[in-house]
């Protein structure tokens, strides 16, 4: 299913120009390698973590940039501001920091 609407955006993404990639150094000692795609439409944030390669959709945020999977599930949140970023395990009862990261 992921692949399924990993290929609905990929012409969005084809067209972007804006690509970054940076590693977090998080707590623990664990690194977590993250590529931001930032298109006209939608802005992506692939992260791996765990072993496994997540894609994060943009969702609005007060302040900074988050990245969400768009359900109303458990999933989970990359939230960054700055060099900052903390990883969230979001449930439909509330979000549960998993890890915090500085880039660099």
């Not at 993404?13 to 150094?25: E, R």
């Not at 802005?43 to 959709?57: E, K, M, P, Y």
Request: proline share 7%.
């Amino acid at each position: 299913m992921r692949a399924l609407w990993l290929l609905a955006v990929l012409p969005s993404v084809a067209v972007a120009q804006d690509f970054s990639t940076l590693t977090y150094g998080c707590d623990r000692g664990v690194q977590v390698p993250a590529t931001y795609v930032n298109g006209p439409d939608q802005n992506l944030a692939v992260i791996h973590v765990d072993g496994r390669q997540i894609t994060l959709v943009g969702e609005p945020a007060a302040s900074g940039a988050r990245y969400g999977w768009p359900s109303d599930g458990s999933g989970y949140v990359w939230w960054t501001k700055g060099d900052e970023a903390t990883l969230y395990w979001k449930t439909p009862e509330g979000e549960t920091p998993l890890l915090t990261c500085n880039a660099g």
